[in-house]
């Protein structure tokens, strides 16, 4: 099972920027689809982002387009998330996951998904 270990979360003021990365361990990084998903107090977890196996596709939810680039270095077996002009509500939990899966319009983790321990990302009005 492949491990995951997010960073480059933190606090920022709205209109900010961050760059979120997610290293992952073992040789078969490449061969896994990768997402970042948040999650906010009292809130589910939803989908942020999704991209395939060598980057060439990425998927966004509304919440996000525009904003947030997806990518990812598999030389490095790391998947990265930046995040431009940051609202309030974009406070939550990060979390990147491997192999998700389209589900209608967003993807969704599945039952083979390994899961980071999180980073915080705090964005202050």
């Known amino acids: 099972q492949v491990q995951l270990v997010e960073s480059g979360g933190g606090l920022v003021q709205a209109g900010g920027s961050l760059r979120l990365s997610c290293a992952a361990s073992?040789?078969?990084?490449?061969?896994?689809?990768m997402a970042w998903f948040r999650q906010a107090p009292g809130k589910e977890r939803d989908f942020v982002a999704g991209?395939?196996?060598?980057?060439?596709?990425?998927y966004y939810a509304d919440s996000v387009k525009g904003r947030f680039t997806i990518s990812r270095d598999n030389a490095k077996n790391t998947v990265y998330l930046q995040m431009n002009s940051l609202k309030p509500e974009d406070t939550a939990v990060y979390y990147c996951?491997?192999?998700?899966?389209?589900?209608?319009?967003?993807?969704?983790?599945?039952?083979?998904?390994?899961w980071g321990q999180g980073t915080q990302v705090t964005v202050s009005s």
């Open positions: 996951a491997t192999d998700p899966r389209p589900y209608d319009d967003r993807w969704v983790s599945s039952p083979s998904s390994s």
């Open positions: 991209i395939s196996y060598r980057g060439g596709s990425t």
């Open positions: 073992g040789r078969t990084f490449s061969s896994h689809r």
